[in-house]
């Protein structure tokens, strides 16, 4: 894989900026910052769009009420909008956080108000959208918790645009307890058959089940098989997975574990379009001090994973790229 | 004879794992330097919910240790100096804060991220 790299970006949480692209390769951009106290635990979304001209807009807020909203993704829709998600807490107080939506033109404009989707979500893990239908149905993927502190993901899918959502779908009942933050989300693509496919990190009940998992919904999301383990926890950490789908229908995982010095590197692994076949893992990077929050992208034939070095006060950005084979089997 | 007793995320009369970090003001910062009294160590980060909900009491905790005779030790993981150093700033910290922006001491003591409190 040929490499590049980028310093001087900082670590951390998973409440990153978001980017999405249209057809045309505009850029638009989500991320969230502080509010009025400085806490970024009571943040807003902002969002700034390419001009066309090579600068971005004057970035605004999309969130209506204030200091409440954090963890956005945006999406182009396949009917030629943006789709923008994230975690919301003005329902505060000992409620779990909601789901909340908003639509966007490609010109910026906003097409909704904000509107909640769902409830009951973890505080502070990233969210994961795919779409079907020309953009009719949408499917999205966060982590849950309940009363009890117990963690599982869930699947939502929508028939009408991500205007409303069916009941939330269980991907498995992991079973994790934890009174803390994973910061570590799910991530979900779909192939051409339909097929969902969502990888994600959990410990389960033990620490002996923790590790990177995969599920295939082959039911439009009606129920997702029995979980795999992609790779186990070589040591207690938190790991980060995300995954992209190819053209072939062939999964690309990526995700951080612990290498034999116990420092976190970046792995990948691929599962055949017959849902049977993974490759060997591969280890990507080499960082002195560790590698964490792996980003997939799959254009055309270039297979791009991205994630971020740091090594003490020092971090920086890894871009590698490899050619595979992304056409579809005649 | 000492014995080791077993409570969840807690066992008793084993010696705590020796670290050696520099704080957010560039001093050191080891384990040994708080020999002698009890020490409760907060894994934490800035950006981290229930770290910032439960702070409060870390804090009221750390400001009677040197009146009680122990100490309080914050130990920042996954985190940058300057977002520790303004959450500090913004909370009104009143105890030591460790970076350990490598995670060895995080993983030393095992923990899968923050928050975790040992004592």
Same mark, same amino acid.
């Given at each position: 894989?040929?490499?590049?790299?980028?310093?001087?970006?900082?670590?951390?949480?998973?409440?990153?900026?978001?980017?999405?692209?249209?057809?045309?390769?505009?850029?638009?951009?989500?991320?969230?910052?502080?509010?009025?106290?400085?806490?970024?635990?009571?943040?807003?979304?902002?969002?700034?769009?390419?001009?066309?001209?090579?600068?971005?807009?004057?970035?605004?807020?999309?969130?209506?009420?204030?200091?409440?909203?954090?963890?956005?993704?945006?999406?182009?829709?396949?009917?030629?909008?943006?789709?923008?998600?994230?975690?919301?807490?003005?329902?505060?107080?000992?409620?779990?956080?909601?789901?909340?939506?908003?639509?966007?033109?490609?010109?910026?404009?906003?097409?909704?108000?904000?509107?909640?989707?769902?409830?009951?979500?973890?505080?502070?893990?990233?969210?994961?959208?795919?779409?079907?239908?020309?953009?009719?149905?949408?499917?999205?993927?966060?982590?849950?918790?309940?009363?009890?502190?117990?963690?599982?993901?869930?699947?939502?899918?929508?028939?009408?645009?991500?205007?409303?959502?069916?009941?939330?779908?269980?991907?498995?009942?992991?079973?994790?307890?934890?009174?803390?933050?994973?910061?570590?989300?799910?991530?979900?693509?779909?192939?051409?058959?339909?097929?969902?496919?969502?990888?994600?990190?959990?410990?389960?009940?033990?620490?002996?089940?923790?590790?990177?998992?995969?599920? /295939?919904?082959? $039911? %439009?999301?009606?129920?997702? +098989?029995?979980?795999? *383990?992609?790779?186990? @926890?070589? !040591?207690?950490?938190? #790991?980060?997975?995300?995954?992209? /789908?190819?053209? $072939? %229908?062939?999964?690309?995982? +990526?995700?951080?574990? *612990?290498?034999?010095? @116990?420092? !976190?590197?970046?792995? #990948?692994?691929?599962?055949?379009?017959?849902?049977?076949?993974?490759?060997?893992?591969?280890?990507?990077?080499?960082?002195?001090?560790?590698?964490?929050?792996?980003?997939?992208?799959?254009?055309?034939?270039?297979?791009?994973?991205?994630?971020?070095?740091?090594?003490?006060?020092?971090?920086?950005?890894?871009?590698?790229?490899?050619?595979?084979?992304?056409?579809?089997?005649? | 004879?000492?014995?080791?007793?077993?409570?969840?995320?807690?066992?008793?009369?084993?010696?705590?794992?020796?670290?050696?970090?520099?704080?957010?003001?560039?001093?050191?910062?080891?384990?040994?330097?708080f020999?002698?009294k009890p020490l409760m160590m907060n894994f934490f980060?800035?950006?981290?919910?229930?770290c910032r909900e439960e702070m409060p009491l870390i804090n009221d905790l750390a400001g009677k240790a040197g009146k009680d005779g122990y100490a309080v030790l914050g130990i920042?993981?996954?985190?940058?100096?300057?977002?520790?150093?303004?959450?500090?700033?913004?909370a009104k910290l009143v105890f030591p804060i460790?970076?350990?922006?490598?995670?060895?001491?995080?993983?030393?003591?095992?923990?899968?991220?923050?928050r975790d409190v040992f004592h």
């Open positions: 894989m040929a490499g590049k790299q980028h310093r001087g970006s900082r670590p951390g949480e998973e409440n990153g900026p978001k980017v999405a692209f249209s057809a045309d390769k505009r850029a638009y951009v989500v991320w969230s910052i502080p509010g009025e106290k400085g806490d970024k635990t009571r943040a807003n979304i902002r969002f700034a769009m390419d001009d066309g001209k090579g600068r971005f807009t004057a970035a605004r807020t999309l969130n209506e009420v204030k200091d409440a909203a954090r963890f956005p993704i945006i999406e182009t829709t396949p009917d030629g909008n943006l789709l923008v998600a994230w975690i919301d807490r003005r329902i505060d107080g000992p409620k779990p956080r909601q789901l909340y939506l908003m639509r966007l033109s490609l010109d910026g404009k906003s097409l909704t108000k904000n509107y909640q989707v769902g409830e009951g979500l973890c505080e502070c893990c990233k969210l994961g959208i795919a779409f079907a239908d020309g953009g009719k149905t949408v499917y999205m993927v966060d982590r849950e918790v309940d009363g009890n502190k117990i963690r599982n993901h869930v699947l939502r899918k929508s028939t009408d645009s991500a205007t409303s959502f069916g009941a939330p779908v269980e991907i498995n009942n992991d079973g994790w307890q934890v009174p803390s933050c994973p910061h570590s989300g799910p991530s979900i693509g779909r192939d051409s058959r339909g097929q969902l496919h969502v990888s994600w990190f959990t410990l389960g009940r033990s620490e002996q089940e923790a590790g990177i998992y995969y599920s /295939v919904s082959k $039911d %439009d999301g009606k129920s997702f +098989a029995p979980r795999q *383990l992609v790779q186990a @926890n070589t !040591a207690p950490e938190t #790991l980060y997975a995300t995954l992209a /789908v190819g053209n $072939d %229908d062939r999964v690309y995982l +990526a995700w951080s574990n *612990l290498d034999g010095d @116990n420092k !976190a590197q970046i792995y #990948l692994r691929t599962l055949a379009a017959d849902g049977l076949t993974w490759s060997p893992v591969q280890q990507l990077s080499r960082a002195k001090g560790n590698a964490g929050r792996p980003v997939l992208a799959l254009v055309k034939n270039q297979l791009q994973v991205a994630w971020t070095e740091t090594d003490g006060e020092d971090s920086r950005v890894v871009l590698r790229s490899a050619t595979v084979d992304n056409e579809k089997s005649k | 004879m000492l014995t080791a007793v077993k409570v969840p995320r807690l066992v008793l009369a084993v010696p705590a794992i020796a670290f050696d970090l520099k704080s957010v003001d560039g001093n050191s910062v080891g384990l040994a330097s020999r002698g980060a800035s950006w981290c919910d229930p920042a993981v996954e985190d940058t100096r300057a977002a520790v150093m303004q959450y500090a700033q913004e460790a970076l350990d922006l490598n995670s060895t001491v995080k993983r030393a003591y095992r923990i899968f991220g923050p």
